[in-house]
């Protein structure tokens, strides 16, 4: 029996140039109509999209191609692109921490794009921040439960939190609840 780590390099194909491409487009395309922009440096963009599709093969999910995947989807889902640090980055350095995203001025060349610092917090952060939040949802009763989209920041009330978020068509592990 081959160990794991072979057994899944053995599953993984080749990701082709023209893959990459049609995934370019298509994300141009959505993130434009939904008022976000690809970095204008289109061979860097594409390797990163490369990336993506490589981690989608590893994890069965886009993990940010720039920082350490775990390879289970609960504890990644912070960094699951588009990540949950996007927009905070964005707003204030201008690119999302691996590039992929970009602001409307360095879009169209009205800002350098440079490399930032990157705001996820360590693995023992995160793990604390997550027995904390287990403890205050655990103070609060509502009637119905508000979810909160880690990503766009779409909230609703309801039981569940929906299975696709109608503003930026995340997935329902990508909402929080709030109370």
């Keep these: 029996m081959k160990p794991k780590n072979e057994q899944r390099e053995n599953r993984m194909r ?10 370019y487009q298509k994300l141009k395309q959505e993130t434009e109509e939904r008022g976000y922009y690809l970095n204008p ?7 990163l999209i490369s990336g993506l599709l490589m981690n989608g093969q590893r994890y069965g999910y886009w993990a940010c ?20 640090y996007r927009d905070i980055d964005i707003n204030q350095f201008g690119t999302c921490f691996c ?6 001025d360095a879009a169209h060349g009205k800002k ?9 917090p360590n693995a023992d952060e995160r793990k604390k921040m ?11 009763l509502p009637k119905l439960p508000i979810w909160r989209c880690t990503v766009c920041g779409y909230l609703c009330a ?11 068509k995340v997935t329902k592990d990508r909402f929080e609840r709030l109370m």
Excluded at 68 to 82: F, K, M, N
Excluded at 112 to 120: A, H, L, N, Y
Aim: proline share 7%.
């Design 112 to 120: 350098t794009i440079s490399s930032i610092p990157d705001r996820r």
């Design 14 to 23: 080749e990701i082709g140039q023209e893959e990459i491409d049609v995934t």
């Design 99 to 104: 590039g992929l995203y970009v602001s409307y």
């Design 65 to 84: 191609p720039c920082r350490l995947a775990s390879g289970v989807r609960s504890e990644d889902l912070d960094i699951i692109c588009p990540c949950d």
């Design 41 to 47: 440096d289109v061979d860097f963009t594409k390797a």
């Design 130 to 140: 997550k027995e904390m939040k287990g403890k205050k949802e655990q103070t609060t």
């Design 158 to 168: 309801r039981e569940e939190a929906p299975d696709i978020c109608p503003i930026c």
